[in-house]
């Protein structure tokens, strides 16, 4: 039995849930998802894990209460127990230095886009990057200029390195939050970097410094974030800790700009050159996206969401359409690269058992509400 830790409503229909797990969130890894079953009969669903913390053994996922499991999940509060997490499942999204890259969340599509710009910003703190908006101001030494000049990170004066510290600590207090253990090592290289600076007036090295310090050698992260309505979009201040810009957009004009996501991401992709998009969201959506960046030759990952029952490669309900080829989103998945996906046989596969999903919830609410009328 899993534990429920915490919930929180974060938007109409929209819960969060803390679950203590502590297997999972020790082996979770960015873009994994895990399948529950609220008790022995019931249906299994997969959700995205939205965060973890491996000192607390803890996970946090996010759903919808849009059918009748998610409804009764969405009726359990902290304390309860969930029957069975099953976990961590699915590829881990690949986690790299691309350069620029624009995150596209559609409503709680958010959730599974939240680990990824944590973990595209952290490797560029475990990378030695350390960058306020504008300027790198570090690189570790896997870079050629660094590998080239390498210097004894030792012989740095602890007091050269204190001179560093506060103009480090004001600019990179959320980055240095997700490796703080690195910390001292980040604080060397930016020396190092320095120091370099002043002293290597090779061309060689002055190329590679270039190099080392242009805008594609670190994640630029742009996210834009939509929602049919304010109220309905979630996390927007955890994305802004970790954005270098953010967007926001509502259908109905209720705030940020009035409009659909793709508005947004055409300007964006249009003003600058993009290495990689990262959507997750409606299916239409992100067929949206995936159609809008394919002219730009923009690297589109998209997050599928299919119908799945086990998650471990055997029943075959979450079979996607990839390039042509027959793929199960549980082990082949959950991400893909949006030009190569069938988005229309996705769609009909979604509506497969629209009408006894219907059913099976109307069923479900009205015998909760004959409980509830006859307890009192
Ligand atoms: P929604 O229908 O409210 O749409 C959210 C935003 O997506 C809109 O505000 C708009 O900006 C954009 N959008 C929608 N249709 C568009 C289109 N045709 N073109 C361009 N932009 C469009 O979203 P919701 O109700 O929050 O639903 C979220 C969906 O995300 C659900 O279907 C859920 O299954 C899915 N989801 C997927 C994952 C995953 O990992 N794949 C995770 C969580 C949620």
């Known amino acids: 039995m899993f534990k429920i830790l915490e919930k929180q409503t974060l938007a109409p229909k929209v819960e969060m849930m803390v679950i203590q797990a502590p297997y999972i969130a020790r082996h979770a890894k960015v873009g994994n998802f895990i399948v529950l079953r609220l008790n022995k009969k019931g249906e299994r669903i997969p959700l995205t894990i939205a965060d973890s913390d491996r000192d607390k053994g803890t996970i946090t996922i996010l759903f919808q209460r849009v059918g009748k499991t998610t409804e009764s999940l969405g009726m359990l509060n902290a304390g309860d127990k969930i029957q069975d997490v099953v976990g961590p499942l699915g590829h881990a999204t690949p986690i790299e230095i691309y350069g620029n890259c624009v995150l596209v969340a559609g409503g709680i599509g958010a959730a599974t886009l939240y680990p990824i710009i944590k973990a595209l910003k952290a490797i560029n703190t475990s990378h030695g990057v350390i960058k306020d908006k504008e300027n790198v101001i570090a690189r570790s030494p896997e870079t050629p200029a660094c590998r080239q000049t390498g210097r004894d990170d030792e012989a740095i004066p602890k007091d050269e390195i204190a001179l560093l510290e506060p103009a480090l600590s004001e600019k990179d207090e959320i980055l240095r939050g997700v490796y703080p253990e690195q ?27 270039k190099m080392a310090f242009s805008e594609q050698s670190y994640n630029h992260i742009t996210v834009i974030m939509g929602a049919r309505t304010k ?14 810009e953010c967007f926001v957009t509502t259908d109905d004009g209720s705030y940020g700009r009035k409009g659909l996501v793709t508005d947004v991401l055409k300007e964006v992709v249009e003003s600058k050159s993009i290495a990689l998009a990262v959507a997750v969201g409606p299916v239409r959506m992100m067929k949206a996206v995936s159609e809008l960046t394919k002219p730009y030759a923009v690297k589109t990952i998209v997050s599928l969401n299919p119908l799945m029952v086990e998650g471990t490669g055997m029943c075959g309900a979450c079979r996607v359409k990839i390039a042509g080829e027959t793929r199960f989103a549980c082990i082949d998945g959950p991400e893909f690269d949006g030009h190569d996906v069938d988005f229309q046989e996705l769609e009909s596969r979604l509506r497969f058992y629209k009408e006894e999903e219907e059913q099976a919830l109307h069923l479900f609410l009205t015998r909760t509400k004959r409980q509830v009328t006859s307890n009192g």
């Open 183 to 209: 910390k001292d090592e980040i604080l060397r290289f930016a020396q190092n970097d320095m120091r370099r600076a002043q002293n290597d007036r090779s061309e060689g090295a002055r190329n590679d410094r």
């Open 231 to 244: 109220e309905l979009l979630i996390w927007e201040d955890k994305f802004r800790q970790f954005a270098d």
